[in-house]
């Protein structure tokens, strides 16, 4: 059964850090695709950040509004892909959605919120 499950979500200050971790089960994640999604109450899913296939490079993608910030990268070791965000913002609190695009799966989303 593939599954992905999202951990690592926090109340933390703006300025702040955290990394949040996509554990994934019933497929390789290595080899495939990976993304970072947000969602805020009464608005559709923004992209987050992705990391391509390695036959694609496993090049890294960031929204605008993430870029410089946020980092993407797989854990091999532990099948998972990680998201690293530093210099939080408020505009930042959302709920992080984990998604293979190969295997149309989300996870359950983890929540983050940026505040004093």
Do not use: H
């Not at 593939?2 to 979500?9: I, K």
């Not at 554990?23 to 899913?45: D, E, H, I, N």
């Amino acid at each position: 059964q593939v599954q992905l499950v999202e951990s690592g979500g926090a109340l933390v200050q703006p300025g702040g850090s955290l990394r949040l971790s996509c554990a994934a089960s019933g497929f390789t994640a290595s080899l495939w695709r990976m993304s970072w999604y947000r969602q805020v109450p009464g608005k559709g899913r923004e992209f987050v950040a992705a990391v391509s296939s390695p036959d694609s490079g496993d090049d890294t993608e960031y929204a605008d509004s993430v870029k410089g910030r946020f980092t993407i990268f797989r854990d091999n070791a532990k099948n998972a892909v990680n998201l690293q965000m530093d210099n939080l913002k408020p505009e930042d609190t959302a709920v992080y959605l984990c998604y293979a695009p190969a295997m149309v799966t989300w996870g359950q989303g983890t929540q983050v919120t940026v505040a004093s």
